[in-house]
């Protein structure tokens, strides 16, 4: 199992996106909680420590859906009670790269700007990552807050092909690290290089902005896609995750 410090970039993604949405930010008992979102997993971070109770989770939470980063691999009555509690285990591999961006994209995917842009990329989010639409308006809120209306810290990417909008993700800079989130490729348009090709346009504007290395967490599909695009193994990471 990895190091808690693979924490890091998401806790401080978790305590932006609180900052920004009023959220509640709860730390003890070797568990740091941030509940921002009525209906997003992803705006929902809970980090349990080496030795933290997580049992401590759900009542943080109120029911709302989640991600549960473990810094162990959970014992067999950590997992009965997360599962109790509606959580399901998601198999994630931390990954890694140099500030070194490759070549360029194919297509030319752009920061999200408007107002239609944003529910654009909503929308490609929503149909392949399965959060609740009702979110838009939390996405709506940071994107003005720190999209590049704001301070640019957490910048939304999208790639259309012709009109159609075809794949999401997002970057967040946080000091010398990049992490590279929500990357989601609606069906029609899979096995045409977009997902490599948001990559590489996050870790090139990653790279003027100063990181010197670029992070994510990779699902066992998008894990090739990662290692091709120059991203390293750093290890396992227990996730479970709430809907």
Do not use: K
């Not at 943080?60 to 473990?70: I, K, T, Y």
Request: aromatic residues 8%; glycine residues 10%.
């Amino acid at each position: 199992m990895i190091t808690a410090s693979a924490f890091d970039n998401p806790r401080a993604l978790s305590a932006r996106v609180a900052l920004v949405l009023g959220g509640e930010r709860v730390a003890g008992e070797g568990v740091e909680s941030f509940a921002s979102s009525r209906f997003d997993p992803f705006l929902n971070q809970v980090f349990v420590g080496a030795g933290g109770r997580a049992e401590a989770v759900a009542p943080r939470l109120d029911g709302r859906p989640a991600f549960v980063w473990m810094a162990t691999e959970p014992a067999p009555a950590t997992r009965r009670a997360l599962g109790a509690d509606g959580f399901t285990p998601a198999a994630f591999t931390a990954m890694e790269a140099s500030d070194d961006p490759g070549p360029p994209a194919a297509c030319d995917p752009e920061p999200v700007r408007s107002p239609d842009d944003v529910a654009a990329w909503h929308a490609v989010y929503c149909e392949v990552l399965g959060p609740d639409p009702r979110s838009i308006e939390d996405w709506r809120r940071l994107h003005a807050a720190l999209g590049p209306g704001g301070d640019g810290s957490f910048l939304l990417w999208l790639a259309r092909d012709g009109d159609a909008p075809a794949a999401a993700g997002a970057l967040f800079l946080d000091a010398a690290t990049a992490g590279l989130y929500c990357f989601a490729t609606r069906e029609p348009f899979r096995r045409r290089g977009l997902a490599g090709d948001l990559t590489g346009v996050c870790r090139r504007h990653a790279r003027a902005r100063g990181a010197a290395r670029c992070v994510l967490q990779a699902s066992a599909a998008g894990r090739p896609v990662y290692a091709r695009a120059g991203f390293a193994d750093v290890g396992p990471v227990a996730i479970f995750v709430r809907r």
